[in-house]
């Protein structure tokens, strides 16, 4: 049983998880005006119980905001300290340290985004990062250190003419572990497209993908290249279609070559209602373990007190047929309080080729108790089922409960417990619990 190490009151992933959201091109923050200025240090004092273990934690967050109409600069850390950590060698450690740096310059038809991260955490904890909702589910007792890097560049995106450059780095470094599967990686990625309309009811364009990742055991590499276009079929249906080559290499580290080369196929209907759209996706791909196919129908429902999008489909790999489905539901109760929901089941394939099952389920409830304390409740769980592969079938849920009270000299009461339980198909079980109980204190330096 490992010891969890999470620094902060409220859970860091989940702030990260919100930076994280701002990411895509052109997307605004509904909390908050993303060109408003911010410089806000946060330092507190913490008492944990963790897993039997009493330990102090001093939580250290800054986070750094600037910007105006076509740029915006942002940065967060957290670097929690913590005291009397039997995992660690020393009486004071630094606990699971995060950073993020985000640039963003846009103007009307073109616009540039850079993106730096780091972060470490314990493998079990990895069920709090909505990023990873496409990694197989693992039980190890190991950690993991994830440095990104990320730059997209868009143009002509009102124009008959425009493209697009993205370039991708991301390198996964594992300590502690005893799965083989988890080897240190660095993947390198990097896509263009170009898009030509030429009339005002086709936008074609002409794409191409690679992909290289190195690990210490295994490699691989993949391209892809080929065409596509949206079209309007009249002025509530909507058309797009890609057709695409596809080749595949994975070698592994006895010297086994697996090779995969076919088309990829993609198709896209949606069709506009009052109340929300309706949607029809086919998607085929080549792989090294067996072609994938997926078929999905969804509809989105947007009423006036809450919103309802769901999908329902099937996969098909290797002659089995799989349910697949997609539902999210986000419901503002009162003036006070919010719930949303989600439920998804959806095939991944990881850097070795495998193939796998996800099935991931969320709920979040907020409210605002009075005017200076609120409380927060979420809930995960996470399985993957493996279709190809020698990985294990896994398993995991989490349960957190936040508090806060607003304290006169920008201090707030914190107080909270989270609890994961996971298993894989071996009968593994890795269990941890934790509560706390803090103060905090918050200093603004662009009021």
Avoid: C
Wanted: glycine residues 8%.
């Amino acid at each position: 049983m490992t010891t969890m190490r999470r620094g902060t009151a409220t859970t860091t992933a989940a702030g990260l998880a919100g930076l994280l959201a701002l990411l895509p091109l052109g997307a605004q923050s509904q909390e908050t005006d993303p060109s408003a200025p911010e410089a806000r240090l946060t330092i507190g004092q913490q008492i944990a119980v963790e897993d039997g273990d009493l330990i102090g934690i001093t939580p250290l967050d800054l986070n750094l905001r600037t910007g105006s109409r076509v740029q915006t600069i942002q940065f967060s850390l957290s670097a929690p300290f913590r005291l009397h950590d039997p995992d660690e060698d020393k009486s004071f450690a630094l606990g699971d340290p995060q950073a993020r740096l985000l640039l963003r310059r846009g103007a009307r038809n073109s616009a540039i985004e850079a993106e730096l991260g780091y972060r470490e955490n314990d493998l079990d904890e990895e069920i709090l990062f909505d990023d990873l909702s496409n990694e197989f589910v693992t039980l190890d007792g190991g950690r993991v250190a994830q440095t990104d890097a990320r730059l997209t560049y868009v143009f002509g995106r009102e124009a008959k003419l425009g493209g697009e450059f993205g370039l991708s780095w991301i390198r996964r470094d594992y300590s502690g572990t005893t799965d083989p599967d988890l080897d240190d990686n660095e993947t390198r990625s990097g896509n263009v497209a170009f898009y030509l309309e030429p009339t005002p009811l086709i936008r074609a364009r002409i794409l191409a993908e690679a992909s290289r990742t190195d690990g210490e055991v295994n490699d691989s590499r993949s391209d892809r290249y080929g065409v596509g276009a949206s079209l309007q079929v009249d002025k509530l249906t909507n058309l797009d279609v890609e057709l695409a080559r596809t080749h595949i290499r994975r070698e592994e580290g006895d010297g086994t070559v697996e090779q995969a080369e076919g088309p990829s196929l993609r198709l896209g209907l949606t069709r506009s209602r009052p109340l929300g759209d309706w949607s029809l996706s086919f998607g085929s791909d080549p792989g090294t373990a067996g072609r994938r196919e997926n078929f999905n129908i969804g509809r989105t429902l947007e009423l006036r007190r809450f919103t309802l999008t769901g999908q329902v489909g099937v996969t098909r790999f290797q002659d089995n047929y799989d349910p697949i489905f997609q539902i999210a539901y986000n419901q503002k109760l009162t003036e006070m309080s919010q719930v949303q929901a989600s439920l998804r089941r959806a095939a991944v394939t990881d850097n070795d080729g495998d193939e796998a099952l996800n099935t991931d389920i969320t709920a979040n409830y907020s409210r605002q108790i009075s005017a200076v304390s609120s409380i927060a409740a979420n809930i995960r769980y996470r399985e993957s089922e493996v279709q190809s592969g020698d990985r294990e079938d896994a398993r995991s849920v989490s349960f957190g409960l936040d508090y806060s009270r607003a304290l006169p000299n920008d201090f707030s009461l914190v107080a909270g417990a989270n609890v994961i339980r996971s298993k894989d198909s071996d009968g593994t079980r890795d269990d941890e619990e934790r509560v706390y109980l803090g103060v905090n204190r918050s200093f603004s330096f662009l009021r």
